[in-house]
T-cell receptor, first 111, second 112 residues
């Protein structure tokens, strides 16, 4: 158990819909990262927040957005969903730039 | 961030040492070498990282060549539970920006 929690574990929705994935970092970790893992693209970095502020951006689509709240939990919002958005979404947290602790992931299926 | 090259797959006998190579010939002086692994579809797990010197922890050892252009992750006594995809990642070590750029990794199959 990494100490990072993600909800929900599984999510099935339809194209065009909007979903919100939630991540609670380990206690004391200020950084939260989001990654997407699909069969054809592998593990890809999406975005990082540090203490509520966006710190780094990767291959995150404009239809996707994220935020980190004052209690340090983070949400990843995915809108206008397409079939290709079906993937595992991982959240990770860290204190500083050393070891990142990954959560168990949310499996999103878009039908 | 520097790119890494890893063999796509390797086999190892249970109880033997598993040596996973990684090439990172374009690594710069302030970039660290990180190793993570992913078992099935679980979240990736941190193994070890280093800058110049060899490193050892309870999971593995990391050997970095003197020119820092390659490294080897050593699992001293591989078990079946070490079957996973192993990712070698080079990351700039400064500030609070720590995005991990995952490649294809090496699928290690530990066989009884």
């Amino acid at each position: 158990d990494s100490g990072v929690t993600q909800t929900p574990k599984h999510l099935i929705t339809a194209t065009g819909q909007r979903v919100t994935l939630r991540c609670s970092p380990r206690s004391g970790d200020l950084s939260v990262y989001w990654y997407q893992q699909s069969l054809d693209q592998g593990l890809q970095f999406l975005i990082q927040y540090y203490n509520g502020e966006e710190r780094a951006k990767g291959n995150i689509l404009e239809r996707f957005s994220a935020q980190q709240f004052p209690d340090l939990h983070s949400e990843l919002n995915l809108s206008s969903l397409e079939l290709g958005d079906s993937a595992l979404y991982f959240c990770a947290s860290s204190v500083v730039q050393d070891e990142q602790f990954f959560g168990p992931g949310t499996r999103l299926t878009v039908l | 961030d520097a790119k890494t090259t890893q063999p796509p797959s390797m086999d190892c006998a249970e109880g033997r040492a598993a040596n996973l190579p990684c090439n990172h010939s374009t690594i710069s002086g302030n970039e660290y070498v990180y190793w993570y692994r992913q078992i099935h579809s679980q979240g990736p797990q941190y193994i070890i990282h280093g800058l110049k010197n060899n490193e050892t922890n309870e999971m593995a050892s990391l050997i970095i060549t003197e020119d820092r252009k390659s490294s080897t992750l050593i699992l001293p006594h591989a078990t079946l539970r070490d079957t996973a995809v192993y990712y070698c990642i080079v990351m700039y070590g400064s500030g609070n920006t720590g995005k991990l750029i995952f490649g294809q990794g090496t699928t290690l199959q530990v066989k009884p």
